[in-house]
């Protein structure tokens, strides 16, 4: 089957890309609002681009009636915002933060989570996530309906027991994170295996 998206209407391009383009990592972006409370959101078009410099790209559409979404308008404002990694033990909270609730509601209120203050940026970070990314925005890109953000990383706050002793990789025994495929269906990353290039002389020999 051939699909033009350039003819396609935008739910069936949607369809189509988030069925074929997965598993997406979630990240669950914490915002701080013009009155101080805190924002949680979790976003599946999300992705790191770059080390050098510390490169996160989240994509936010507008809410169902066309307003922009709480996280777009506080990280307008304040040009930060945290990326929380998602694993099994903050699905509930992921949801919960999902559910499109009025500015004034704080959805980590809601969900009961614990949060702290973030180190280098002024919005909250989550103590129970796998890793959290405090992000100043690099810049945005806008599209008539979706905002790209470009952040930088600028501190981390690394759950203790995900790195291996030397603190260098995560232990994938601990860390699996929780990813998007399409509709309400997730994977989780805890079947990790390893693939080995061949060599290149052999296959030139």
Not at 25 to 48: E, I, K
Not at 168 to 192: F, G, T
């Given at each position: 089957m051939e699909f033009d998206l350039t003819c396609l209407d935008s739910q069936d391009r949607y369809r189509l890309l988030t069925n074929f383009v997965g598993p997406?990592?979630?990240?669950?972006?914490?915002?701080?609002?013009?009155?101080?409370?805190?924002?949680?959101?979790?976003?599946?078009?999300?992705?790191?681009f770059s080390h050098d410099p510390a490169i996160l790209a989240l994509g936010i559409q507008p809410r169902l009636d066309g307003r922009e979404k709480d996280t777009v308008a506080n990280i307008r404002r304040s040009g930060q915002f945290t990326v929380n990694m998602v694993d099994m033990p903050?699905?509930?909270?992921?949801?919960?933060?999902?559910?499109?609730?009025?500015?004034?509601?704080d959805e980590l209120e809601l969900a009961g989570e614990r949060v702290a203050d973030g180190v280098q940026v002024d919005c909250c970070w989550l103590p129970a996530s796998p890793c959290a990314m405090e992000c100043r925005v690099d810049r945005l890109i806008e599209y008539p309906r979706r905002v790209i953000v470009l952040g930088e990383v600028v501190h981390m706050h690394v759950r203790g027991d995900c790195l291996d002793?030397?603190?260098?990789?995560?232990?994938?025994?601990?860390?699996?994170?929780?990813?998007?495929?399409?509709?309400?269906?997730?994977?989780?990353?805890?079947?990790?295996?390893?693939?080995?290039?061949p060599q290149l002389d052999e296959l030139l020999s």
């Open positions: 997406r990592p979630v990240a669950l972006v914490t915002t701080r609002n013009q009155s101080g409370a805190n924002n949680g959101a979790p976003m599946s078009f999300f992705n790191v903050l699905s509930r909270t992921m949801l919960v933060c999902g559910l499109g609730v009025e500015t004034d509601v002793p030397a603190g260098r990789y995560v232990d994938p025994s601990i860390y699996h994170p929780i990813a998007r495929l399409h509709a309400d269906n997730y994977i989780v990353a805890d079947q990790q295996f390893e693939l080995k290039a």
